[in-house]
């Protein structure tokens, strides 16, 4: 893969460079503090996250004003004169809809474009960044006498950013390569400029206007922003997940912690639409499956963050796999599971035993085992905006529920619509399920005997 380097303008007349690598949906990647794309491509280390992102996306990243090979010394670097920058840059390439991936103080920026053009971004990924403020250390104190000795000398300056954004135990060469980085991505007066704006921002407003799925991660060790922003964040954005990673401020992106839980996630984006485009979001009578991984939280106080998340990969493989081998939609992750209909019930069952025989034979080699309940219901959905509502699907969750890690459970309507099509059940009587009046009568699929 080779990157392409452009350059757009902005409506207040400043020229921002971009570089297009990849094919597929597009990408849209803001910057933190300093960038440099020339310099990126040429680390070995950078270069290889971009290109496994390139692998799946269409991914265009920038150099913000003042930075890398975008103008410099342009005077203006307010969050607003950002969003011109990003708002110029998806102008430019006529993008309709896209993912955005924010880092630091690209964050706000961001949010705030988000905010505005909500129809435009279908995800978005921040990572060590804030809604508010953004000093230094958390300690305001600390942040001016840091912004002082860049003012006063960028060399040490930039050091001793270094050693802020590296931590006092990484490897000493990643913190001799950064603070290179840093000289070459930006020169004195302007690093000084946007070290002030930073502690100027302030998008809690604009918080709750973010429709948009959002993943927000942050490193534990984090001196530059604390992890506390990130959860004030992650808390402020609806339906927002929360995931931190082991190391400092930089850490992640060198070391390519943030890509392993930020492409997951944005894939599944890509997977949900992609669905929903062929039609996944039916009309008419369906069977409705629900999965669910047993423990995912004990699973990730247990292994951390990055383990728990590569086992729940796992899990999304093998259910997706299954659901194409038998003519089943994927409607939306879950979570801890997926929720998917089919024309067909036997097609349906069909899937639920490919499923757990996958994994029988998976936990058989594993230290590590995944079991998963599975639910099934029949009924006539309610189809709006790519999901499905009403009773049947209520049913169906609940039913999901009710099922032991290893099990599948179904519905009496799901048996009867198979009847005669050499599935065997076992009748576990009629069951009080929460939210619903009468008892329904549900039956446990012998899959383990089904040849």
């Given at each position: ?5 452009r ?22 990647h ?13 680390l ?19 150099d ?13 670097y ?38 505005r053009?909500?129809?435009r971004v ?20 600390f ?19 270094s050693?802020?954004?590296?931590g ?5 060469v ?22 002030e ?5 302030d ?37 927002a ?23 997951p ?21 369906v069977?409705i ?11 990730t106080q ?15 493989e ?12 994927e409607?939306?992750?879950t ?35 995944v ?12 189809a ?12 169906a969750a ?16 799901v ?6 099509k ?10 009080e ?7 329904v ?11």
């Amino acid at each position: 893969m080779e990157q392409e380097i452009r350059f757009c303008t902005t409506s207040d007349g400043v020229r921002i460079a971009y570089a297009v690598v990849g094919a597929g949906p597009p990408l849209v990647h803001v910057p933190g503090w300093i960038s440099h794309l020339e310099l990126d491509w040429a680390l070995p280390m950078s270069r290889e996250i971009w290109e496994s992102y390139a692998r799946h996306f269409r991914v265009i990243r920038m150099d913000k004003r003042g930075t890398g090979l975008s103008d410099r010394n342009v005077g203006d670097y307010s969050l607003e004169a950002r969003v011109r920058d990003l708002e110029a840059l998806v102008d430019h390439l006529e993008l309709r809809e896209f993912a955005l991936q924010g880092v630091s103080e690209g964050g706000p920026t961001c949010v705030s474009y988000a905010a505005r053009h909500p129809e435009r971004v279908s995800r978005i990924v921040l990572y060590g960044t804030f809604a508010k403020g953004g000093n230094l250390a958390g300690d305001t104190e600390f942040a001016s006498a840091v912004k002082s000795v860049v003012k006063a000398e960028w060399g040490m300056g930039s050091r001793l950013l270094s050693d802020l954004f590296v931590g006092e135990d990484a490897d000493p060469v990643l913190a001799q390569i950064f603070t290179e980085y840093q000289r070459q991505g930006a020169t004195r007066e302007d690093a000084y400029a946007m070290l002030e704006v930073n502690t100027e921002i302030d998008v809690r407003e604009l918080l709750p206007k973010v429709r948009a799925p959002t993943l927000v991660v942050h490193a534990r060790a984090d001196r530059v922003i604390p992890i506390d922003a990130g959860r004030e964040l992650a808390a402020g954005i609806p339906k927002a997940r929360f995931v931190s990673v082991e190391g400092s401020h930089v850490n992640p992106l060198a070391s390519g912690a943030l890509r392993d839980v930020a492409l997951p996630f944005l894939r599944e984006g890509l997977e949900t639409k992609g669905s929903a485009a062929t039609g996944a979001v039916p009309g008419g009578f369906v069977t409705i499956l629900f999965t669910d991984m047993q423990g995912s939280t004990a699973i990730t106080q247990r292994l951390g963050d990055q383990k728990a998340q590569e086992l729940l990969r796992q899990h999304n493989e093998i259910i997706r796999e299954a659901l194409k081998a038998h003519d089943g939609s994927e409607i939306k992750h879950t979570g801890d599971g997926i929720m998917a209909t089919f024309p067909a019930a036997s097609q349906a069952l069909a899937c639920a035993i490919a499923i757990q025989r996958v994994f029988e034979e998976r936990n058989a080699a594993s230290d590590e085992p995944v079991r998963v309940r599975v639910g099934l219901n029949a009924g006539e959905p309610v189809a709006e905006e790519r999901d499905i509502f009403g009773t049947a699907v209520q049913l169906a969750a609940r039913v999901c529920a009710r099922a032991e890690p290893g099990q599948i459970v179904v519905a009496n309507v799901v048996r009867e619509l198979v009847a005669g099509k050499g599935f065997l059940f076992s009748d576990m009587g009629e069951v009080e399920l929460r939210g619903f009046e009468d008892p329904v009568r549900l039956y446990e699929v012998r899959w383990q005997d089904d040849s």
